[in-house]
């Protein structure tokens, strides 16, 4: 193939992945710097970069969400996704996934980022992705690079196989031997690598490493082997195939090396990328999208602009979308689209219609939601991906510090979940909260801080409230009696209620037993709602259930009595009974399931424990190499802020769902902590 004009596997669309801070957002840098799409390499430090250009991205200094940048190489266009690393911004990573022609799986010689990797790797493998390793940060490299992918292979179900060699000088990387090329390079500062000759010691290494490349594509190529046996030279063209097609297969993951900062490997990236990664044609094949005239695209993400309204960027699968081409989703019309745009970072350039292959802008597709399939066909198409959002894991009680806010907090939080789905809000009847979910504390922080700074709206930030409840341990009968003589018309209801404990869960139940008519019939529901109205707030703070009351007697007045009267009367007879009841105060118990690497199990027991977990099963986890699943019932209390001690266990990468189990009795000092603490915030 020449190495001049278009490649005719046209546009391209890249994820750049991998662990936290491997170098992902510096390597888009050196890309579109090595490309010419931007004059001078930014750093991440100096908060220059295209990628992470937010305000919070900046703050922070991580990665919070996909940059798009389309640039130019060698008559093609490339689009990279620059994704967050953090597992917090994870969906960010797996909504972009499912239409990219292949991933640079950026990372370094970490060992305790290995779990991360292979939670990436997992995504590609599970999406059938073609995946290079750009072992970053060999700047810093104080083992061989051998040993490092030793530590790595565990973390990839395809072969790591090492494509490029170091070359060391005073145990410092001066440069690399591309095996396949069978040519040396010493690396220059910003601008590409020399070529130079191969030699003494650096030739011998680079033969024996070529060979152990040879014979891991060999595993899969009997011509191949048949040649090594023989001593055969196997042709350069044939090595090159055989890269691309093991790695296509998902056989292999070859591992290229290089300094981001230093733009050192980046044009051997390039050209890997150009030579061995397929184009739009093979990817539609993938995902189940036939070629022809009609267009099917694919939504990378969604977002609001400050000014432009809403803008999606989608990948074109097959036929042509352009302005005024009007899109559906599966569910709904997406929109008429209205403006197509170039992206690099948060630079825009108009264009025209966008073909099948190239990633682009779309403007306006007010209905278009992150991860949909959009078509304008006759036929809506089917979705070529799902993806759900992991269960949130932390959330935060949330209030518009001005009241007068609380419309434009409801709108912003619309437009913060359209976004991000990972995200999620929801109303607390009872205690009035806006308790909003999300993957962790950076997660939460961003979103907190995008009401702020995007949508203007001040917040005060508090822990959620838990769901204590409270029940009675014993029975008693009370006469609940509402008497009030003022001028004219006077009030009265008189009832007798019989209160008893039920068992846990049942609920609530209310009977009537009254003969001779001593309540009259009409008054019996009010009597039941005063009931209600008395368990709403029991004695210790908290809505009372697993209780029955029954209405055994009472006595009323021909013209005092009302509905209002003996709906008081209820709730005086529940409100003076449940002090005697010797009230008890319920706590929610949730199942709580934990996955974690296995050399992680006993620090999760141990905080689980420490957290009044009682643990019910640790076994492997199914499919996952080197994992365990936790299972233990835990209270709700100790769930509020599991994830970060989890997370910090787990080197960021353990996680866990729950479901609601049972209530329990809660007693003691806890308890004592609990009803006081109700009390101090009832009296503010
Ligand atoms: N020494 C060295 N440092 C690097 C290299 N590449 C990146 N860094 C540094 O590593 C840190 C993280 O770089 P980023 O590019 O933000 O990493 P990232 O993978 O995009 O981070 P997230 O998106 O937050 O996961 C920064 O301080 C970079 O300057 C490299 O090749 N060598
Ligand atoms: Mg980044």
Request: net charge negative; glycine share 8%; with cysteine.
């Amino acid at each position: 193939m020449a190495d001049n004009g278009a490649n005719p596997r046209g546009p391209r669309c890249i994820a750049l992945v991998g662990p936290f801070q491997s170098g992902k957002t510096t390597l888009l840098e050196a890309l579109l710097a090595r490309t010419n799409a931007i004059q001078r390499q930014g750093t991440v430090d100096a908060g220059t970069t295209v990628g992470d250009a937010s305000k919070e991205a900046r703050h922070h200094k991580m990665s919070v969400e996909v940059t798009v940048a389309t640039t130019r190489f060698m008559g093609d266009d490339y689009t990279f996704l620059d994704c967050p690393g953090s597992v917090e911004f994870v969906h960010e990573m797996r909504a972009a996934l499912p239409a990219v022609d292949a991933a640079v799986v950026v990372c370094e010689a970490d060992e305790r980022k290995v779990s991360q990797l292979q939670l990436v790797l997992r995504e590609l493998e599970d999406l059938k992705i073609p995946r290079f390793l750009f072992l970053n940060k060999i700047d810093k490299a104080d083992r061989r690079v051998r040993e490092t992918l030793k530590l790595l292979q565990p973390a990839s179900r395809a072969r790591l196989l090492l494509r490029q060699i170091p070359i060391w000088k005073n145990e410092i990387i001066t440069g690399f031997v591309d095996l396949a090329l069978e040519r040396a390079f010493v690396y220059r500062e910003h601008v590409p690598s020399e070529v130079v000759p191969l030699d003494g010691e650096d030739l011998s290494r680079e033969k024996e490493a070529r060979f152990t490349m040879l014979e891991t594509l060999a595993d899969h190529d009997d011509e191949l082997m048949e040649q090594l046996l023989e001593d055969i030279p196997p042709p350069r063209d044939k090595v090159f195939d055989d890269l691309a097609k093991e790695q296509r297969d998902g056989l292999i993951c070859p591992v290229l090396i290089g300094v981001a900062t230093r733009t050192n490997g980046v044009l051997r990236l390039l050209k890997a990328l150009r030579h061995e990664t397929h184009g739009v044609a093979e990817t539609a094949k993938r995902l189940g999208v036939k070629s022809g005239n009609d267009p099917v695209a694919y939504v990378i993400k969604t977002f609001h602009t400050a000014h432009g309204g809403k803008l999606s960027v989608a990948r074109v699968l097959a036929g042509q979308v352009g302005d005024g081409t009007t899109l559906n989703s599966p569910s709904q019309e997406a929109g008429r689209v209205s403006g197509v745009l170039k992206l690099v970072g948060q630079v825009t350039e108009k264009r025209g219609p966008a073909m099948a292959g190239e990633t682009v802008g779309l403007g306006k597709l007010d209905h278009a939601k992150t991860g949909e399939t959009l078509s304008a066909g006759k036929k809506v198409h089917p979705p070529v991906a799902e993806v759900a959002p992991f269960a949130p894991v932390l959330a935060l009680a949330i209030s518009a510090k001005d009241r007068k806010d609380d419309v434009k907090l409801g709108l912003a939080f619309t437009k913060l979940v359209d976004e991000d789905p990972s995200l999620s809000v929801h109303h607390n009847p009872e205690t009035h909260e806006i308790v909003v979910w999300g993957q962790g504390e950076m997660h939460l922080r961003v979103a907190t801080e995008r009401l702020a700074d995007r949508f203007g709206v001040a917040i005060e930030r508090r822990t959620p409230s838990v769901g204590y409840r409270e029940t009675i341990r014993k029975s008693i009968t009370q006469r609940g009696r509402h008497k009030k003589q003022s001028g004219g018309h006077g009030q009265f209801g008189d009832v007798v209620l019989d209160i008893k404990p039920l068992p846990r869960s049942a609920g609530f139940a209310f009977e009537e037993k009254i003969t001779g008519g001593v309540v009259p019939r009409n008054y019996i529901p009010s009597v039941e709602e005063g009931v209600i109205d008395g368990l709403k707030h029991g004695p210790l703070g908290f809505p009372v259930v697993d209780v029955a009351v029954a209405l055994t007697d009472g006595s009323y007045h021909a013209v005092d009595s009302s509905d209002m009267a003996f709906r008081i009367a209820g709730r005086i007879g529940v409100v003076e009974a449940l002090p005697q009841c010797s009230p008890v105060l319920l706590e929610p118990i949730h199942t709580v399931e934990i996955v974690c690497p296995s050399e992680a199990t006993a620090k999760i027991n141990a905080i689980l424990s420490g957290r009044r977990g009682q643990i019910l099963s640790f076994d492997t986890r199914e499919g996952w190499e080197g994992w365990d699943v936790v299972r233990a019932k835990m209270p709700e209390s100790e769930i509020g802020d599991l994830i970060i001690e989890v997370r910090s266990a787990t080197a960021g990468v353990g996680s866990f769902t729950f479901k609601f189990d049972h209530m329990a009795e809660l007693t003691g000092k806890q308890a004592d902590q609990i009803v006081a603490a109700r009390r101090a915030a009832a009296a503010e």
